[in-house]
């Protein structure tokens, strides 16, 4: 399952997004969104999980929790 993570603080990494997650399962990628000039997080970025249960786990526990100073946002990320 894709998950869109937005409000993400800039010194957020990929890492660190992936040590979020972590904790509530296998997590198959984590990826910051950046600026293709700036090299600058553009503030989301979104997360693969391997089952629903444990993306329905993790969003409900990390959805509107404070990171790095800012409160998270996560939902179901729409298809391309």
């Known amino acids: 399952m ?3 993570v937005s409000n993400l603080g800039i010194h957020i990494s990929d890492a ?3 040590g979020l997650f972590n904790p509530f399962g296998t997590v198959y990628s984590a990826k910051v969104i950046t600026d293709k ?3 600058r997080s553009r503030g989301f ?3 693969e999980m391997a089952s629903a249960s444990e993306a329905a ?3 409900h526990t990390l959805d509107g ?3 790095k100073g800012k409160k998270i ?3 179901v ?3 391309r």
């Open 65 to 67: 929790k404070e990171v």
């Open 45 to 47: 970025g979104f997360v």
């Open 77 to 79: 990320a729409k298809e």
């Open 57 to 59: 786990m993790a969003m």
């Open 2 to 4: 894709n998950m869109y």
């Open 73 to 75: 946002a996560i939902s």
């Open 37 to 39: 000039i700036s090299g």
């Open 16 to 18: 660190d997004l992936r």
